[in-house]
C-alpha cells in the first residue's frame, strides 16, 4: 500500500515523462521533409501513429491532472461516480484511476 504522497510523486513523474514524451512528438512530426511521394506516403503513416500516441498521452494527462486535483480537494480514493472508496490495491496499480472497480466495468 502506497501512501497519497507517494502516488503524488508517481503521478507527478509520470506527468513529467508525458510531456517531455509529447514534445519529442510535436519535434519528430515538425522535422519532417520528405522529398518525394513515396517518402512523404511512408511520413504520414507514421505521422498518425505518432498522433494516437500523442493524444492518448494528453488523455493519460488529463487523468492525472485531474487525480491530483482530488487530492488537493481530500478527495482522492472515493469513486467520483458512486462515491465509493476505491480499493488500496487498485490505486497501487492505476493510480489516477477516478472510478472503482465497479463503475470502471
Known amino acids: ?13 509520470r506527468k513529467a515523462y ?4 509529447i514534445a519529442g512528438i510535436g519535434a519528430e ?8 511521394w513515396e517518402e512523404m506516403a511512408v511520413e504520414r503513416e507514421t505521422d498518425e501513429v505518432l498522433e494516437d ?3 492518448a498521452a494528453q488523455q493519460e494527462l ?6 491530483l486535483a482530488r ?7 472515493d469513486c467520483v ?4 472508496r476505491i480499493s488500496e490495491e ?12 465497479n463503475c470502471a466495468a
Open 62 to 67: 488529463r487523468m492525472i491532472d485531474a487525480a
Open 71 to 77: 487530492m488537493d480537494e481530500n478527495e482522492y480514493g
Open 53 to 55: 500516441l500523442g493524444q
Open 1 to 13: 500500500m502506497k501512501s497519497d504522497a507517494r502516488r503524488r510523486a508517481q503521478m507527478e513523474a
Open 29 to 36: 512530426l515538425d522535422s519532417h521533409e520528405a522529398k518525394d
Open 90 to 101: 487498485r490505486l497501487d496499480l492505476i493510480p489516477a484511476t477516478p472510478f472503482c472497480p
Open 81 to 84: 461516480r458512486c462515491g465509493a
Open 18 to 21: 508525458l510531456l517531455r514524451r
